[in-house]
């Protein structure tokens, strides 16, 4: 089987930083995109951004030039880099990824088990 295990969430103060990381393991044969999404309460889950398999990024709007994301295709890791963080940031963040498995011939969408990130002072 295949789990995405997520760490680096916490409590930080508005304009602080954190990192996040996600490391899919398991029956995998190949992985194409990975992600970040995020809900806050009360809100519908968003995409945060995501990364192809060659490095091809997408950030949401709120995100861009506070947040990067990242792969290590070698450890089947995905990373999202928070920087000037702002209380609405707020929310559970999720990974996912986009994989092929040993065991089946087509891409199927895993997730994580997500994290919480809280911006408070």
């Known amino acids: 089987q295949v789990q995405l295990v997520e760490s680096g969430g916490g409590l930080v103060q508005p304009g602080g930083s954190l990192r996040l990381s996600c490391a899919a393991s398991g029956s995998i044969d190949s992985i194409n995109a990975m992600g970040w999404h995020r809900q806050a309460p009360g809100k519908q889950r968003e995409l945060v951004a995501a990364?192809?398999?060659?490095?091809?990024?997408n950030y949401a709007d709120s995100v861009k030039g506070r947040f990067t994301i990242s792969r290590d295709n070698a450890k089947n890791t995905v990373y999202l880099q928070m920087n000037s963080l702002k209380r609405e940031d707020t929310a559970v963040y999720y990974c996912?990824?986009?994989?092929?498995?040993?065991?089946?011939?087509?891409?199927?969408?895993?997730w994580g088990q997500g994290t919480q990130v809280t911006v408070s002072s």
């Open positions: 996912n990824a986009v994989l092929v498995t040993v065991t089946t011939a087509y891409e199927n969408n895993f």
């Open positions: 990364i192809t398999s060659g490095g091809s990024t």
